[in-house]
């Protein structure tokens, strides 16, 4: 299949529709916190790792980001995220599907997720292990997305140069990331628009996508 040789998924509004979840989650820390979660600021907390996203609230709330503080709200968060995680995690559209035929195909397959272990491994019920060769959480590299760790360390797992990889975005974030490691990035939007990039394909839905169509939009931004 030309040069490509591996796709590399993200989670959260890309293969699983949790987004809406974690905006649940998220509204409701800022309550617990004292405060109100904003569209703004839920927007520029979409796709971000753990520790940004803390970050982010804390700021935009005016508290003080103490370690504790900090720890106190993300074992919050994380036990709130479990228990919605545990009521059933729907996919996004065309989802399973394409994941399946790209399986299939004889591609490597990554999970690349900013998502904590303990909460990406409750997701994997409903995605299914056997359609990752490997996964890398946010909390397994020395820095999430937006950087290119997460990225970086599937290709190096997966013995495959980024450059030989397709990642599948949602988010300004993640697509930043993927650019960043040197992947093509196939970006099917969820909650917030993502900008275009010399080596970003958008496509409004993953619906009807197939093997063909993931190999057009690996040629569309060869040299």
Excluded at 16 to 40: F, I, N, R, Y
Excluded at 58 to 67: I, N, Q
Excluded at 137 to 148: R, T
């Amino acid at each position: 299949m030309s040069d490509l040789k591996a796709v590399l998924w993200d989670m959260d509004g890309t293969l699983l529709d949790s987004e809406k979840l974690w905006d649940v989650a998220m509204h409701e820390l800022a309550a617990e916190l004292g405060g109100v979660m904003t569209p703004q600021t839920r927007h520029a907390i979409i796709g971000a790792s753990g520790p940004d996203a803390l970050a982010t609230i804390f700021g935009a709330l005016e508290l003080d980001p103490t370690p504790a503080a900090l720890a106190d709200a993300t074992a919050w968060l994380n036990a709130r995220v479990t228990e919605l995680f545990a009521l059933g995690i729907p996919w996004r559209p065309g989802a399973r599907e394409l994941l399946g035929v790209v399986r299939d195909s004889g591609l490597r397959t990554a999970l690349v997720t900013n998502t904590e272990r303990e909460l990406a491994e409750q997701a994997l019920n409903t995605l299914g292990r056997e359609h990752f060769h490997v996964t890398v959480c946010g909390d397994e590299v020395p820095a999430g997305k937006p950087q290119p760790d997460p990225y970086l360390r599937a290709a190096e797992l997966l013995g495959i140069a980024p450059e030989h990889c397709l990642a599948v975005e949602d988010s300004p974030t993640g697509a930043a990331a993927a650019e960043a490691a040197g992947a093509v990035v196939l970006v099917v939007p969820c909650e917030v628009p993502v900008p275009t990039g010399p080596r970003r394909v958008h496509r409004e839905s993953l619906h009807g996508l197939g093997e063909d169509d993931l190999m057009s939009v690996w040629r569309s931004v060869q040299p």
